[in-house]
């Protein structure tokens, strides 16, 4: 089993910043790829960022230059520091995170986080 963790989610006025992490631990002998995605009222969810082993990211349009995301390989863990926040980033942020559970693993699988607020005020 894989679990993983989400912290940091909150409410802030617009034009603030918050930075959230998500921690994955578990049977785990590597993970792939690391992102977050979001999911507000009415709408679908949709990524916001990811970023690989490698360190390659790549973002929506409307969260670049605002939002970074970052990881620890060594600790599992991926971070995403979210800038100038807009009352339009007011969704519930997902983890989510691709990965191997054993060294034969040939393909990865998807795990997700349960989830967290993220409210900004006008």
């Known amino acids: 089993q894989v679990q993983l963790v989400e912290s940091g989610g909150g409410l802030v006025q617009a034009g603030g910043s918050l930075r959230l992490s998500c921690a994955a631990s578990?049977?785990?002998?590597?993970?792939?790829?690391m992102g977050w995605y979001r999911q507000a009222p009415g709408k679908q969810r949709e990524l916001v960022a990811a970023?690989?082993?490698?360190?390659?990211?790549n973002y929506a349009d409307s969260v670049k230059g605002r939002f970074t995301i970052s990881r620890d390989n060594a600790e599992n863990t991926v971070y995403l520091q979210m800038n100038s926040l807009k009352p339009e980033d007011t969704a519930v942020y997902y983890c989510?995170?691709?990965?191997?559970?054993?060294?034969?693993?040939?393909?990865?699988?998807?795990?997700w986080g349960q989830g967290t607020q993220v409210t900004v005020s006008s």
């Open positions: 578990g049977s785990i002998f590597s993970i792939n790829a």
């Open positions: 989510n995170a691709e990965c191997y559970p054993t060294y034969y693993s040939t393909e990865s699988v998807p795990y």
């Open positions: 970023i690989t082993r490698g360190g390659s990211t």
